[in-house]
Structure formats: C-alpha cells, structure tokens
C-alpha cells in the first residue's frame, strides 16, 4: 500500500503574536545579588508553577493566621530525623500551628532526641543479630509512659510529652512532644500496631496503645471540625497521615461540620499514591484548593517556614510604620 505525500501549498499559519502562550517574560526569575532577603528571594523565583504555589501558601497562611483559624500539620517520623522540630516548635510557640498529629514512628526519634541526643539505628547492621530496635531506654520509658498516660485518660501524644517534660530529660528542650506538652498544643499520634519498634518490647501493652491512640483519634477529628477556612499540611507521611485524615474528613462532615474552604497541603520527596488522593484531590473536591510540592524535607519545608516568618514580620513592620 502507499500513500501520496501531503500537499503542503495549503499549510496554514498564524501570527506568533495572536496566540496565548503559557510562558511569557513577566514569568521569568528576577536576578539575584546574593544581598536579598528571604522574602525578596521568594519574590524573585519563577512565576510558575510550583514557584507560583508556594507564595499562594504563604499568603494563605499568613491571611489564616491573622483571622485566627486553624493550620494543622500531620507528619512523617522522618521529619524528626532530619531535623525540622525547632521550627515546627517555633512555628507552634508563635500559634501558627494549632495541632500536629504524628504516626508511631515519630514518638520514638522524638523522645531519642531528648533522652539521649541521637537517634537513627542502622538497621542493616542490627537485624542480622536480632538487635534492631532493642534500646532499653526506648522500649522501657515509651511503654510505660503510654500505659500510664492511657490510665490517667490522656491521649498518646500527651501522654509521651507529658513523660518527656515533667523527667526533665537532657535535651527535652528539641522534642516536639514535651514542647506541645509544656505549651498545650494538641499532639496527637496515630500507632499501627506492630510497625514500631516498641511493640516488640515486653513492656508494650496493646490495650493501652489502642486506647491512647484512639482517644489522639477522635481529638485529631474534633480539630478537624474545626479546619473550616483552615489548612493542612501532610509532610512527609505517605500511608498513615494520609489515611487518618480522610477519616477524619468524613467523620467531621457526617457530624454536620463542613470544613469548606479548605487548603490542603503534601509535601514529600517523592509523588504518593495515598498522600495526593486523601489529601490533595479528595478533601477539597468542589470545597478548596490541594497543593502538591515535591522536595527535600529539609530544604523545602524551611523554606515555606522562613516565607512565612518574613512575611509576618513585613507585616508587623508596616503596619508600625502606619501606626507611628
């Protein structure tokens, strides 16, 4: 079979400047002097794409904070581990953050952190002799502030930070449970029996686990009720954060609590099947706005914390200046 060759005497054309284009030069990067602030550093990026979305966050956060609504955070152990708890305290002492939720992996590098200063195990070099996960201190002083805390009635977030500042451990200071414990912010931890490195201790009580942590889940819930005109931020939790929220969503919304308005947030270093759907996609169908950024942990979230900052701070300035 052949085919004749097409005519191209008829080929069409049009003029370069009648076309809308996505990319123009009022996009493109403004140029640095190594002089800028944060905030001018932030002006000058790209305006595309994920460039364009972090400085929508910012301003929604900032605009959120100023009207008094929430901004929740779920978060992954890692965040721990790569060492984001003082700004995440800070962003908690400055009432930026109204409540973080945590899955069980984060109480244990949390309360290594404070208790010994380190935290991390090579796993390879431990699970060939059976010594992965077999920390006295964090096996011990973990399960029995949690079945403590689960007789007294307290959630497990509460529970660990409540262990965490009232024994004065050495570097509590740097633990994000016993800081939340010490300023009243609501941490709540979401556990998936058998996952930490915990359960495996003689010491771990399922019951209290259980207990514990499902009282963190209807607490997380009763926040969510109130994320209406909210936002929030799964940082790095690709399975457990993701899943716990939408339950909540739906538990808040079957109770008559809208939560409308609402501006979702996944950051993570790589795309999630579970973290876009449950939180990006799902929740903000026909009721707000899902933002995706993919990065580091620990360059991307400063970021986002350091445009914040700024931008309340040039706030604050200008309206001093108005004032006086």
């Known amino acids: 079979m052949t085919f004749p060759k097409l005519d191209k005497s008829r080929f069409r054309t049009y003029e370069l400047a009648s076309r809308p284009s996505k990319v123009n030069l009022d996009g493109m990067a403004g140029r640095l002097t190594g002089r800028e602030t944060i905030g001018d550093f932030i002006a000058r990026l790209p305006a595309f794409l994920a ?3 972090l400085r929508e966050l910012i301003d929604i956060i900032v605009d959120i904070h100023r009207k008094n609504h929430l901004v929740l955070l779920g978060m992954g152990a890692h965040v721990i581990k790569v060492g984001l708890a003082p700004l995440i305290i800070e962003l908690a002492e400055k009432k930026i953050i109204s409540g973080i939720a945590l899955n069980g992996a984060g109480i244990i590098h949390d309360f290594e952190l404070a208790c010994a200063g380190h935290t991390s195990e090579e796993v390879a070099d431990g699970i060939t002799t059976g010594s992965f996960g077999m920390a006295r201190e964090t096996g011990e002083m973990l399960n029995r502030a949690i079945s403590s ?3 007294d009635g307290l959630g497990l977030g509460e529970a660990v ?6 024994e004065n451990l050495p570097h509590r200071e740097f633990s994000l449970l016993g800081q939340c414990y010490r300023m009243q912010v609501p941490a709540t931890v979401h556990v998936a029996l058998g996952t930490d490195i915990i359960h495996m201790h003689p010491a771990a009580d399922g019951a209290a686990i259980g207990q514990a942590s499902l009282r963190d889940f209807d607490r ?4 969510v009720s109130k994320l209406d005109n909210g936002v929030y931020i799964n940082l790095g939790s690709a399975v457990i954060l993701p899943e716990v929220f939408l339950k909540a969503i739906s538990l808040a919304r079957n109770l008559g609590h809208p939560v409308d308005h609402l501006t979702t947030v996944n950051m993570d270093f790589i795309r999630h099947y579970r973290a876009f759907e449950n939180v990006v996609r799902r929740p903000t169908l026909d009721r707000g706005r899902g933002l995706q950024f993919i990065g580091h942990h620990e360059i991307m979230f400063p970021l986002l914390v350091a445009g914040i900052l700024d931008r309340l701070a040039q706030d604050d300035c200008r309206r001093t200046r ?3």
């Open 220 to 223: 997380f819930c009763a926040l």
């Open 51 to 53: 460039a364009d979305d």
């Open 322 to 324: 108005t004032t006086t």
């Open 149 to 151: 805390g689960s007789r």
């Open 161 to 166: 930070g409540r262990m965490i500042w009232e």
